[in-house]
């Protein structure tokens, strides 16, 4: 399709005639993501020429076409120009219905046609491509209090336009990561935390019945729907960036408790697929990392469900759950620093802080030593797994793992090498200056580990640079005749004495 026919026809004000020129174009290219050098000039020119007649046609179909245009040109960054100024934003986010400062949008109503929507939604794809792309988009973003306007936008929007609500949430999630400025703002004077909290209550169906317990999901029920599921995935990220800036008070230690509580319940839920549920997962993780350690018993603190008494009756379904996250990423074998120590880190943590969670991670990935009779990092268990991550290449992930294991052992050195020997646990030691032994700085409880009687009756015999028994190693010299024994002694010699030269 020729651009300079579809200039030719926006100069000409057939606003009928772009739309079907532009319809053609739009068929063309719906899949283009690499453009043609020589004809950038041209597409900056269609870039204006589409603001253009988005300013002066009413008719939602001609929006909605010339929208979808934008779209596509917007994929590359060189012809942006026009649109990441005031006017060009202003524009989208008029056709968007955004109050901005400046400019105040139509309300989303309930009784708006399907042409209409399509028109906002479009709008609201053009502004997010923009504002990934343009580092000018984002600054007239934060100028205009696009964000802003986008959390007044979001409390009235209804969960029947789906598309709507999804790429506000996703437009709210580009801004808040691309200008610290803007997460600042949207956490200490838009009030985006609790905004954010009730779109996350709404969509995955939380139901209280505690002050921080919702009502367990039922095993029978089906899993989250795939659009409820991705409003929610866009609500998560948007949290997390926000929840990263200084938090204030009106971030209430309550209102960072439902935060977790929805977390736990999140946690215990499955999707339609089981990459989307990781996702998912990954996602409260992630979340649960950026909140203060304390507001952390809300996971293990579920009177109405109850708990085990073995941990003073504290609920432990949600940190196995995590315990299980970890060896599946571990299991992976890729991509450890972006999908691992996040979960690390947050176990670790919640372990430092919590008692029972501490002790309920150790029973199961540090449980009594009986079998030493292979070293710490060969074998199936998560000890295993974590001891081998102890020498990983990645200098996050091995401190990570190392970490984790050395707050199990309530950061004692003397226990952490019983589990991973000497060797493993060296780079660690040298980093906190504990290579002669002792402990960190964290306080614990006094119970002190018992040994097995099988780990006792074998202890004198494990070496404690690989953290295992060694058979002993045959004498070289037991097979050897007296001339062999002589010859490989002058053979030696003659190596020193090449040395020495």
């Known amino acids: 399709m020729s651009l300079s026919a579809i200039l030719s026809e926006i100069d000409g004000g057939d606003d009928k005639g772009v739309e079907k020129l532009l319809q053609k174009y739009n068929t063309e290219n719906c899949h283009t993501f690499a453009f043609d050098h020589k004809e950038e000039d041209a597409r900056i020119k269609l870039c204006r020429g589409l603001l253009t007649v988005l300013r002066r046609s009413d008719l939602p179909l001609c929006q909605s076409t010339c929208l979808e245009t934008l779209r596509i040109l917007s994929r590359d960054k060189r012809v942006l120009g026009p649109v990441a100024t005031r006017e060009g934003i202003l524009t989208l986010a008029g056709l968007a219905r955004i109050c901005v400062a400046g400019h105040d949008g139509e309300p989303l109503e309930e009784a708006q046609s399907a042409e209409e929507e399509r028109v906002v939604v ?101 899993p989250i729907s795939l659009e409820n599921n991705e409003r929610a995935m866009e609500a998560l990220k948007a949290l ?22 929805i977390m736990r319940h999140l946690l215990m839920l499955k999707t339609h697929s089981e990459d989307k549920t990781e996702e998912a ?107 081998r991550l102890m020498t990983h290449i990645d200098m996050a992930v091995k401190q990570g793992a190392a970490e984790f294991l050395f707050v199990l052992c309530k950061e004692s050195v003397d226990n952490l090498l019983k589990y991973t020997g000497y060797g493993n646990a060296a780079g660690l030691l040298m980093a906190r200056g504990l290579l002669a032994g002792g402990r960190g700085e964290t306080q614990y409880s006094s119970d002190e580990d018992s040994d097995t009687d099988e780990y006792k009756s074998v202890k004198p015999f494990i070496n404690p640079i690989t953290g295992h028994i060694e058979h002993p190693m045959p004498n070289p010299f037991e097979e050897m005749t007296e001339e062999q024994k002589e010859y490989e002694a002058q053979k030696l010699v003659n190596m020193i004495d090449e040395l020495s030269r």
């Open 122 to 222: 479009e709008a609201l794809k053009c502004l997010c491509n923009v504002v990934f792309n343009s580092v000018s988009a984002q600054q007239v973003g934060a100028d205009l209090q696009l964000a802003e306007g986008l959390c007044a936008y979001l409390h009235s929007v209804s969960s029947s336009h789906h598309e709507v609500g999804l790429f506000s949430l996703r437009l709210l999630f580009l801004l808040s990561a691309l200008r610290t400025d803007v997460r600042s703002t949207l956490r200490k004077e838009v009030g985006a935390v609790r905004l954010l909290t009730n779109v996350l209550e709404r969509t995955l169906d939380v139901r209280w019945v505690g002050p921080y317990e919702a009502t367990p999901p039922d095993p029978e029920a089906p």
């Open 240 to 261: 997390f960036n926000i929840t990263m800036s200084d938090s204030s008070d009106e971030d209430s230690d309550h209102q960072l408790r439902l935060i977790a509580g």
């Open 281 to 387: 997962h990954s996602h409260a993780i992630n979340l649960l990392s950026n909140l203060p350690v304390q507001c952390l018993d809300v996971l293990i603190d579920v009177p109405v469900q109850g708990g085990m008494e073995k941990y003073g009756g504290k609920n432990m379904d949600t940190v196995q759950m995590l315990l299980d996250f970890m060896e599946k990423r571990i299991d992976k074998g890729s991509n450890y620093k972006e999908g691992l120590t996040p979960v690390l880190s947050l176990m670790t943590e919640s372990s430092r802080y919590h008692r029972d969670i501490r002790r309920y991670l150790k029973a199961k990935v540090l449980p009594p030593l009986k079998d030493v009779k292979e070293r710490p990092e060969i074998g199936c268990t998560v000890r295993n797994k974590l001891v």
